[in-house]
Nanobody, 115 residues
Framework: QVQLVESGGGLVQAGGSLRLSCAASGSRFNIYKMGWYRQAPGKQRELVADISDRGRTNYVDSVKDRFTISRDNAKNMVYLQMNNLKPEDTAVYYC?????????WGQGTQVTVSS
C-alpha cells in the first residue's frame, strides 16, 4: 500500500507556471505507475499525464508541450511541471499510484488559473 500527499497548487495568472509535487510513503515506490488526474467543477475526472515504472510518459493532448511529468524513485516523489497555464487548466489535481488492479489516490491540490 502507498499513501500520497500532493503539494504545490495555488493561484496563478494565465501564462504562468506551477510545479506540483507528490510525496509517496511506503515501500517499493518504483513498481508503481504514477499519474496525475484533474477534476474541474461539473466535469469528470480526467487523466492529465502518467509515467510508467520505467519512465515512459503519456499526456492528454490538451497539455502536451506544456506539462512535464517526472519521477524520482530515490526520493519517492513524482512531479508535474506545468507551463503556459490556461484558465481551462483550473481544477483539483490528484496524484495516483497504480499497480495492476490496485490504485491509491492523494487528497488533491487546487490549481486556479486566472485570465
Amino acid at each position: 500500500q502507498v499513501q500520497l500527499v500532493e503539494s504545490g497548487g495555488g493561484l496563478v495568472q494565465a501564462g504562468g507556471s506551477l510545479r506540483l509535487s507528490c510525496a509517496a510513503s511506503g515501500s517499493r515506490f518504483n513498481i508503481y505507475k504514477m499519474g496525475w488526474y484533474r477534476q474541474a467543477p461539473g466535469k469528470q475526472r480526467e487523466l492529465v499525464a502518467d509515467i510508467s515504472d520505467r519512465g515512459r510518459t503519456n499526456y492528454v493532448d490538451s497539455v502536451k508541450d506544456r506539462f512535464t511529468i517526472s519521477r524520482d524513485n530515490a526520493k519517492n516523489m513524482v512531479y508535474l511541471q506545468m507551463n503556459n497555464l490556461k484558465p481551462e487548466d483550473t481544477a483539483v489535481y490528484y496524484c495516483v499510484a497504480i499497480y495492476f488492479r490496485f490504485d491509491y489516490w492523494g487528497q488533491g491540490t487546487q490549481v486556479t488559473v486566472s485570465s
